[in-house]
Structures are given as structure tokens and as C-alpha cells.
């Protein structure tokens, strides 16, 4: 079945510092790939996605690019802020035409220092 | 603005109290999902609506059910809640159930003394 696979945290930097947060995944075909991110007792929001091999995903300074042939779609943003601590959730979803449950990876908490 | 509402926000309940969590949405989506979430853990899903058509998960626990009496609503009915059943309870929308986005609401934190 469908799997998405996070590097390990906790994950703690400085303020400014250069973020990566790995995701890689299994499925058929060409799924969605997304970026939820959790803050602090609140919901899920989507960060960003992308639908289609090679697309790059971007928001708040954010980037992912979704990679076939290495079935990836890491995380990076050039310099982060305190407010960008919270937990990072990378998920997929089957290809449209199939059912829409989501896929979730087990998440992974970014602590920003100032 | 649009947008997915849960209340309340925490709730506390005893063992074996029956207890309901309340969703509502107002993007006039047709699709509605419940999660749940444990600590450090990613959601999982428990099961959704399409319409008034139910599709539960088949490791959902015959303890948790659902109703959704109209478009806006949905409802997640837990009748006898363990210490297990302890977590952050996630109510999600989309449009449709292939090639659209999730909608997630701010979450129920459910406490079970």
C-alpha cells in the first residue's frame, strides 16, 4: 500500500538558518504530494502541493519539489523564523480517479531558537 | 470567510460517558472526514461522507460513529470512551473525494478521566 516515509526529529535551529526536512514515499502511479503544517494546539493547514512530477510547490518561503525518479518531495526554506516552529506533516494522494484518503507521514517538529 | 469550525475546542468526558464533537463547515463542500489524531502522531482517518453516503475506515473501532444530518454538519459520536480513545479529533472537508484539496479544521482536544 501507500506509505510516506519522514527523516527523524525533533529538529531544532537558529533563527535564519537553512531548513531541510526529507520526505519520500511509495505509491503507483503519480500521486499528490503535500506539506500540512501543525502549529501549537491548532488544526492542519496546507503549506503546499504538487500534482505532478517535477512541479514545484512554494509558500510562506517554502519550497518542495516532487521528484519521480527518487520519490521525494523534501522541504526547504532558506532561512527560518521562530514563528515556523511547529510540526511538519508530509502526506500524499492516490492519483486523481482513485479514492482521496490521504496518507500521512508521522509528522516532524521544527523548534526555531532566536 | 469560508471555512471549517469545530466546537468545542476541548473537551472532557469520564469513561464510558458517551460523548459528541460537532463539526461545521461553511464551504458547501460534499465531502466531510473525521480523524484522530494521538500525541506526536500523524491523523488517522476514521471515516468520511459523501453526501449522505457513510464510508467508514475498516480499522475504525464499532465505539466511534458519525452523523450528518445536513451539508453543513457532521457529527462524530464516541459511546464509550476509554483512556485509549484520549486525542486530538480532526474534522476535515473537501469538494469532492478525488483531485481536491483537504480542509482541516482547529481539532477537538478530547480529555477522557
Known amino acids: 500500500g501507500d506509505s510516506v516515509t519522514q527523516m527523524e526529529g525533533p529538529v531544532t535551529l537558529s533563527e535564519e538558518a537553512f531548513l531541510t526536512i526529507n520526505c519520500t514515499y511509495t505509491?503507483?502511479?503519480?500521486?499528490?504530494l503535500f506539506w500540512y503544517v501543525q502549529y501549537p494546539g491548532e488544526g492542519l493547514q496546507l503549506l503546499l502541493k504538487?500534482?505532478?512530477?517535477?512541479d514545484k510547490g512554494s509558500n510562506k518561503g517554502f519550497e518542495a519539489t516532487y521528484r519521480k525518479e527518487t520519490t521525494s518531495f523534501h522541504l526547504e526554506k532558506g532561512s527560518v523564523q521562530v514563528s515556523d516552529s511547529a510540526v511538519y506533516f508530509c502526506a500524499l494522494r492516490p492519483p486523481t480517479g482513485a479514492n482521496s484518503k490521504l496518507t500521512f507521514g508521522k509528522g516532524i517538529t521544527l523548534s526555531v531558537r532566536p | 470567510d469560508a471555512m471549517v469550525i469545530q466546537n468545542p475546542r476541548y473537551q472532557v468526558t469520564q469513561f464510558g460517558k458517551p460523548v459528541t464533537l460537532s463539526c461545521s463547515q461553511t464551504?458547501?463542500?460534499?465531502?466531510m472526514y473525521w480523524y484522530q489524531q494521538k500525541s506526536s502522531q500523524a491523523p488517522k482517518l476514521l471515516f468520511h461522507?459523501?453526501?449522505?453516503?457513510?464510508?467508514n475506515e475498516a480499522d475504525t473501532p464499532d465505539n466511534f460513529q458519525s452523523r450528518r444530518p445536513n451539508t453543513s454538519f457532521c457529527f462524530l459520536d464516541i459511546r464509550s470512551p476509554g483512556l485509549g480513545d484520549a486525542a486530538m479529533y480532526l474534522c476535515?472537508?473537501?469538494?469532492?473525494?478525488?483531485?481536491?484539496?483537504?480542509?482541516f479544521g482547529p481539532g477537538t482536544r478530547l480529555t477522557v478521566l
Open positions: 464551504l458547501n463542500h460534499n465531502v
Open positions: 505509491a503507483t502511479g503519480y500521486p499528490s
Open positions: 504538487a500534482t505532478k512530477a517535477d
Open positions: 461522507y459523501y453526501d449522505k453516503d457513510f464510508n
Open positions: 476535515a472537508t473537501s469538494l469532492r473525494t478525488t483531485g481536491h484539496e483537504q480542509f
